[in-house]
């Protein structure tokens, strides 16, 4: 077998490799898409039916008009959506200051600082949530979409800092230096210099930050006792009953509490390229 050939197959079984990949991480979202606009016959069936034959709206026609548990789906969105926006904004710009100081200064027990980010992100959140609770309530913030989002926060600010630190120490002190040089003030060049070129970072965090709130499950259980403020992971959790769980309607939930994320990728993805080296270079 000459080089050449060998080259051919070693590319040709890496790329069936990311197809299989591909397949296996695409094929539950297309199924739960799928399965959102069967009818319960095909639901329901032991046969193998890949698409609905024909397609159903029932399912998705009685989320929108019946709601969930007396709330219409759209208030469930509106409070995901809250909570997950203000997590973003709030921990983007706590992570960028911390990662800056982090990653610029030097200070006293700044290596302790780090390896505590680290041992806090791997401690389990159940672990986290007597405690936490205790403090919901006493701050008298349970019951109420602000104390979920402080705590979300709180649960992706370690690795929003970790993460944004490595962007920031990245960046060259010589564009920083040349900035002031140039009268530029601190502000002025972190503004001007340093965020743009960690805006990919920031925008990578931003994703992370929105999908982990977005799914978030334990805590918005737990600290939300009004079901009118509940979350869609949490409404979710209506459509199981004792006896019976309405698949069809879970499918038709969860493909619409997916749309928010694409969205949101979709609206910030383009930060990741085009703030690599905006403002690097003086003209």
Not at 157 to 180: C, D, G, H, N
Request: a positive charge; hydrophobic letters at 55%.
């Amino acid at each position: 077998m000459t080089p050449l050939t060998r080259r051919r197959l070693g590319r040709a079984a890496l790329n069936a490799a990311g197809v299989a990949v591909f397949l296996f991480a695409v094929f539950p979202v297309y199924w739960m898409v799928a399965t959102a606009f069967k009818p319960n016959d095909q639901i329901f069936t032991t046969s193998f039916i890949p698409f609905p034959r024909p397609p159903s709206l029932d399912h998705v026609e009685r989320v929108f008009t019946r709601g969930v548990a007396g709330h219409s789906i759209w208030q469930y969105l509106l409070n995901s959506t809250l909570v997950a926006l203000s997590a973003v904004v709030l921990g983007a710009v706590f992570a960028l200051l911390a990662a800056t100081a982090v990653a610029r200064f030097r200070f006293r027990f700044r290596t302790s600082f780090l390896i505590l980010l680290l041992i806090v992100q791997m401690v389990p959140a159940e672990a986290l949530l007597i405690p936490l609770f205790t403090m919901v309530k006493r701050l008298g913030l349970y019951d109420q979409l602000l104390g979920l989002i402080v705590i979300n926060v709180g649960l992706t600010l370690p690795f929003s800092v970790w993460m944004l630190r490595t962007f920031v120490a990245a960046v060259p002190k010589e564009l920083e230096e040349a900035a002031w040089i140039d009268g530029a003030g601190r502000f002025t060049t972190f503004w001007r210099v340093l965020f743009p070129l960690v805006a990919p970072g920031l925008v990578a965090t931003s994703i992370f930050a929105f999908i982990t709130t977005w799914n978030e499950f334990v805590y918005a259980l737990t600290l939300i006792g009004d079901q009118g403020k509940y979350t869609m992971p949490v409404a979710l959790q209506f459509f199981v009953g004792q006896r019976s769980t309405d698949w069809g309607g879970i499918m038709a939930a969860s493909t619409l509490m997916t749309i928010p994320v694409l969205v949101f990728f979709l609206l910030v993805q383009r930060r990741m390229v085009s703030g690599l080296v905006a403002g690097a270079v003086k003209g």
